[in-house]
């Protein structure tokens, strides 16, 4: 990891156990032997947002951005000379549809020269944490293991918003100024007129969240708490946790609240991954059976 600040998250968490480091600085041979890569390559040069924003800068994007794109052959470099039983990648769900499919037809033929059988579902987090936020999960096992996988069946928890709200009144430093409040329903109201659908997301609280995304320490805007009698708030960092279903023991604030949002922002649904992940492990356990 080349964040200073997630490696500080990350440090504390796992009990003083500090990343390696850049891994595209990392040779493959250095790293420990294992029998599942886990890991989910930059989504930004691959979501919607992503294309728009780089190609207003004149970047490519994709596999054509000049860095974060090509994190992918990392995860390739890796997986070649390692060979492990299986990987679990997880990106935004752009991922398919990127440059008319041609990413995904890269990605797919480059991961079956490896020896993979590739599998990959679309998982919307609301099954399981009051937020929609769809993402591609992609799990692929070494065909020599003559594994069939299956995701799961996930059956719906319908958590709303209010049940990852804090119980007590939270700090005033979260409720929106007047300013920004006044001129984030002035953009709205702006954009409406010219028949676009930006602007700011007003929480229904027996509902579910847009999704949240690492920019959402800038002002909120995606996803505001309403309050009686003053402007909206922001969620706090504590409420992103839950928001992307951490465990309510895990959230330590050893960052800025600044920094916790873009990490929170940049983290996957933490049940979806143990959801699949178990699957995944469960499938590994029966090596002379079928998974299916």
């Not at 990392?26 to 886990?38: F, G, Q, T």
Request: proline share 6%; aromatic share 12%; glycine share 8%.
């Amino acid at each position: 990891e080349i964040d200073k600040y997630a490696v500080k998250t990350y440090t504390h968490v796992f009990g003083g156990h500090e990343p390696a480091g850049d891994i595209t600085k990392i040779d493959a041979k250095s790293l420990p032997r294992h029998d599942v890569l886990c890991a989910g390559f930059p989504c930004q040069p691959f979501s919607i947002a992503g294309v728009s924003k780089y190609g207003s800068l004149g970047w490519g994007h994709g596999f054509q951005h000049p860095t974060k794109g090509t994190l992918f052959f990392d995860v390739v470099r890796i997986l070649k000379h390692h060979e492990p039983k299986a990987f679990f990648l997880e990106n935004v769900k752009n991922l398919k549809s990127h440059d008319k499919g041609n990413t995904w037809k890269i990605i797919g033929k480059t991961l079956d020269e490896l020896g993979y059988q590739v599998y990959s579902k679309i998982y919307d987090a609301q099954l399981l944490v009051p937020q929609h936020r769809e993402r591609i999960f992609i799990v692929g096992i070494r065909k020599d293991l003559q594994l069939d996988f299956n995701f799961p069946d996930i059956l719906p928890t319908k958590m709303r918003v209010r049940d990852i709200l804090e119980k007590d009144p939270v700090d005033q430093k979260y409720t929106l100024t007047e300013h920004l409040w006044n001129y984030l329903k002035a953009y709205a109201d702006r954009h409406r007129l010219k028949g676009n659908g930006f602007g700011y997301g007003l929480v229904d609280l027996d509902g579910v969240t847009r999704t949240l995304s690492a920019r959402y320490y800038k002002d909120g805007s995606e996803i505001l708490i309403p309050q009686d009698g003053k402007p909206p708030r922001r969620l706090t960092p504590a409420e992103c946790a839950r928001l992307q279903g951490f465990p309510e023991s895990w959230w330590y604030p050893v960052v800025s609240d600044t920094q916790a949002y873009k990490q929170f922002g940049n983290s996957v649904a933490v049940p979806l991954i143990t959801n699949v992940a178990s699957e995944l492990a469960q499938c590994l356990a029966n090596i002379n059976k079928n998974c299916s």
